[in-house]
């Protein structure tokens, strides 16, 4: 991720669980992330990234794996993350 933020700054994180991805949405400062995850073993891989931060956009779709300090990072933010839940039902879930 090119705008990495200071996960101990990050003052906001909620968590779901899709199928086999993780999504994480959090806060930090002025910046809000949206991050859609795979964990393979420990490693966790992005596949989708976006970061607004005071208005300049950034994202992409990728399968890029994370450099060991946001693996870390990011596994932090997961431990400590609000649980995202939905009434809608399971249209999030993932069918293969």
Excluded at 66 to 87: F, H, I, Q, Y
Aim: include cysteine; charged fraction near 20%.
């Amino acid at each position: 991720m090119k705008r990495s933020p200071t996960y101990n700054a990050v003052h906001w994180v909620g968590m779901a669980s899709i199928g086999d991805y993780i999504y994480l949405n959090f806060s930090c400062y002025e910046a809000h992330y949206d991050i859609l995850l795979q964990q393979e073993g420990t490693q966790l891989f992005v596949h989708y990234f976006s970061a607004d931060i005071c208005g300049l956009i950034e994202r992409y779709i990728a399968y890029k794996k994370l450099p060991s300090s946001e693996n870390t990072g990011l596994k932090s933010l997961m431990a400590r993350a609000v649980a995202l839940k939905d009434s809608f039902g399971d249209y999030l879930f993932i069918d293969v």
